[in-house]
Every structure is written in structure tokens, then in C-alpha cells.
């Protein structure tokens, strides 16, 4: 009686197997095709997406760059930029906002270059 009993269970297994394999299986991922980017790809999506971002934050006040086309340093390392503010104030400016009026990328006209500094050492955001 226990190896009928076996036997039964086994080809109850058997048959469960062979309608799984007959019936098509559902797939819950989904079908779309994956297209690899070039590095030049992706590196163009990243700048595009830095750029959307300046000026989502600028929007939100979060963004505030003393030089021409923003610093990515400030946003990438504190997630806003008060570098004009700063500017204004007579405060240290990021290395690369300082790095850009020496380039003659200043944003305001009426500041020269000679008047911007820098912090070489450390440059924080007071939130």
C-alpha cells in the first residue's frame, strides 16, 4: 500500500509537470528591449539632466551661481549653490566659481575678477 502510495504521488508530479510544460507561462517581466548608450550618450544625458536641475533649484531659490552657466562643484557637493550671494557679500566663492571669473566667466559686470576669492582649503554652504 505505501508504494502505490508513492508511486500515485509521483506520477500526480509527473502529469502536473507536463500540463506546466504544455501551457504557454505568463511572463511578468516586461518585453522591452534594453539599448546600450555610448559613453558620449550617457555623459550627454547626465549634462542635460545637471542643467534641468540648476534650474529646477534655481526656481526654488536653492541656486544662486555668481559665474556664466553655473558651477556643477556647488550642486554636486551640497545640492545648491549660494556662490552670487556670497559674492555679494564679500565671502569666498567655490574653487570652481573662482576658477571661472579668472576665466573672465564672471556673471556680474560691475565685480572684477581681482575681487573674487576663494577658500583653497575648504568651501561650506551655510544652510
Not at 517581466?29 to 559613453?39: L, R
Not at 555679494?88 to 556680474?108: D, F, I, L, T
Request: proline content about 2%; overall charge negative.
Amino acid at each position: 500500500m505505501y508504494l502505490i502510495t508513492i508511486l500515485l504521488l509521483g506520477l500526480a508530479g509527473l502529469v502536473a509537470c507536463a500540463r506546466e510544460a504544455e501551457s504557454p507561462r505568463q511572463e511578468t517581466t516586461s518585453q522591452t528591449m534594453v539599448v546600450q548608450k555610448t559613453p558620449e550618450q550617457k555623459l550627454e544625458a547626465v549634462r542635460s539632466d545637471i542643467q534641468a536641475l540648476k534650474v529646477e533649484l534655481a526656481q526654488a531659490k536653492k541656486y544662486s551661481c555668481c559665474i556664466q552657466d553655473g558651477c556643477n562643484m556647488c550642486l554636486l557637493h551640497e545640492g545648491s549653490c549660494p556662490c552670487q550671494h556670497e559674492l555679494e557679500s564679500g565671502r569666498h566663492v567655490c574653487v570652481e566659481c573662482y576658477a571661472g571669473w579668472q576665466q573672465n566667466k564672471g556673471a556680474a559686470e560691475e565685480i572684477k575678477k581681482e575681487e573674487v576669492t576663494t577658500s583653497f582649503v575648504k568651501h561650506e554652504h551655510k544652510h
